[in-house]
């Protein structure tokens, strides 16, 4: 019944999961939105199921386009490795990364850079947002990988550790808690702090580790961007707690002064793949190069 499914329908198929909309679907793969619709309708007709959920105009992935989409994913996938067995270059294909906050910024450059110099493969995109957006993008197909500062139990993904970094405290270089000496985390209490939004990676870490004790805090601003973070603590709007490796500059400068506690700071960055995800060689190539890649 369904021996006739082609590439051309499968790919469609895949960049409408992507898009949510057949015009966007259309303008991802340049063809007209009638011919994306109509190669929609061929794939459902010859399965024998719809594969989405119209409501509005948006096109939601169903439990049966939720069953084909890791064999849709393999199968490109599969198509493309055929091309490459042609190719000069040992590894070929296009690899989307995504990283949260403070990976995507202090970490994955360097990270992309000795990865370029250890594999000559030059065709890697990096996706930076935070840790809950990475991970649906990822369920969703949309990322081949992704590099995160919190661990996630979602049962779709798989996630090993590849490296950590330290936390820290920051506040502003005049605040009064500087003087205190040895410092005690009860000089917090009735504090305001600076947080990253719900999904952020530090924002999970300050809720875990340091707000159970403190009796009381308030949060004073919700911010999305780290420097913003850190320009607030800078004007004494609260206080900030971040990655050592995103507010070093900022210490290094004097804009903010790191307050020395003696909690354990130290965070786990995980590497991510989607369960059912087809990992192509250049995908193990990759994931195994971050596993025994340092920084240093």
């Known amino acids: 019944m369904a021996a006739n499914i082609s ?3 499968l790919k469609t198929f895949i960049a409408i999961t992507q898009n949510n909309t057949l015009t966007a679907a259309s303008e991802a793969l340049f063809l007209s939105k009638a011919a994306v619709s109509m190669a929609l ?3 459902e007709k010859q399965l024998g199921h719809s594969l989405f959920d119209r409501v509005n105009n948006r096109l939601i992935l169903n439990q049966e386009g939720q ?3 890791p064999l849709a994913d393999e199968i490109i996938e599969r198509s493309q490795e055929i091309t490459r067995l042609f190719d000069d270059q040992a590894l070929s294909g296009q690899l989307k990364i995504g990283a949260s906050d403070t990976i995507g910024n202090q970490v994955a450059p360097y990270l992309l850079s000795d990865f370029r110099q250890h ?6 995109s990096l996706f930076i947002s935070n840790s809950a957006l990475i991970c649906q993008k990822l369920i969703d197909y949309e990322l081949d990988l992704a590099l995160i500062e919190g661990k996630t139990l979602h049962s779709q993904l798989h996630s ?3 490296s950590q970094d330290e936390m820290c405290i920051i506040c502003a270089p005049e605040s009064p808690i500087l003087q205190q000496s040895p410092f005690s985390l009860s000089a917090l209490e009735q504090s305001d702090w600076l947080l990253r939004e719900p999904g952020s990676g530090s924002r999970e870490f300050f809720l875990r580790v340091i707000a159970p004790r403190i009796e009381h805090w308030q949060e004073s601003f919700q ?4 420097e913003a973070l850190i320009n607030s603590v800078s004007a004494g709007l609260g206080f900030g707690c971040l990655s050592r490796l995103a507010a070093q500059s900022a210490i290094n400068d004097g804009r903010v002064k790191e307050i020395h506690t003696s909690l354990d700071m130290k965070r786990r960055y995980w590497l991510l793949v989607h369960k059912e995800k087809y990992q192509t060689p250049l995908l193990k190539n990759f994931i195994e ?3 025994q890649w340092s920084k240093d």
């Open 7 to 9: 590439l051309k329908q």
């Open 41 to 43: 309708s061929e794939l």
């Open 223 to 226: 911010l999305n961007t780290t």
């Open 119 to 124: 594999s000559q493969h030059t065709s890697q």
């Open 67 to 69: 069953k084909l989409l």
């Open 160 to 162: 090993t550790q590849f």
């Open 289 to 291: 190069f971050c596993h």
